[in-house]
């Protein structure tokens, strides 16, 4: 009877080599097979030569923990990876789902740097106080609850971080996000966007809560919807922390 592998859930970050974490590549350097999404799997195939790579499409997300957990009781160690971070809206809950249903305990997950971190040092310090990150993808969350959430950060005047703010399927969810931001917040809240970050493309802009709506966003944007005490300094967007100059 083989060896049982090990599972490793991993954060590849925002695609640039540079931000991948130490242990990130150590483990892709060491498994048998990476899996993931295809676009994820794309941006890392050139640099591990050698390995045995299994991609799937998107909604395949259990159909994908599913052959790893396999993959590894017949003694492989699988690298199943994510962009970002595993543990926001990445594969590690499901994977860690599947696992416990099936006894299997033998997973690590290894971080990596959100697209709140890295957008936000493209853009200056816009979460430099408290924060909260909200998807705007109603794929598995009922729209009523993403509104719920928006009103309740906006009210506790949080800076707000928006992951998958449009689609071709959702074109208008962002400014049904801003129309109702606008009327706890105001048209003059600091707001930036970045798009592609890390890769081919990179995009930062600054703009106000108004100016918001009209910008070109998708599933690779990232938005930042500041604070009270957000402002706009050079061509930097900071949240202050109260810290007397």
């Known amino acids: 009877m083989c060896e049982t592998g090990r599972i490793y859930v991993v954060g590849i970050g925002p695609g640039d080599d540079r931000t991948m974490t130490a ?43 599913e052959a790893c957990l396999d ?30 249903k099936k006894g299997f305990d033998n997973v690590v997950i290894i971080p990596g740097v959100t697209a709140a971190l890295s957008g936000a040092a493209l853009l200056g ?64 809240r600091c707001c930036g966007i970045v ?3 890390g890769r081919d493309g990179t995009y930062s802009q600054i703009c106000s809560l108004s100016e918001l709506p009209k910008q070109d966003t998708d599933m690779f944007t990232t938005v930042f919807i500041g604070n009270s005490q957000t402002k706009v300094s050079g061509n930097r967007l900071v949240t202050l922390r109260g810290y007397q100059p």
């Not at 030569?49 to 997300?61: A, I, L, N, R, T």
């Not at 993959?71 to 696992?99: H, R």
């Not at 992951?163 to 917040?185: G, V």
């Open 71 to 100: 993959l590894a009781k017949s003694g492989k160690n699988v690298c199943l990876i994510c962009s970002g971070d595993p543990g926001i809206y990445g594969m590690a809950s499901p994977m860690l789902e599947i696992a416990g």
């Open 23 to 65: 242990d990130a590549k150590a483990a892709l350097q060491n498994c048998d097979v990476i899996a993931g999404y295809k676009t994820y799997i794309d941006l890392i195939r050139d640099r591990f030569p050698g390995k045995v790579f299994m991609e799937s499409g998107m909604k395949q997300e259990t159909e994908r923990c």
């Open 195 to 197: 798009r592609n970050i």
């Open 125 to 188: 310090a816009p979460i430099g106080h408290d924060f909260c990150v909200i998807s705007l993808s109603d794929l598995l969350t009922p729209w009523e609850k993403i509104e719920k959430r928006l009103i309740c950060a906006a009210e506790a005047d949080l800076c707000i971080v928006i992951y998958n703010p449009a689609s071709k399927q959702r074109p208008e969810h962002l400014k049904r996000a801003c129309n109702i931001l606008t009327d706890i917040l105001g048209e003059d």
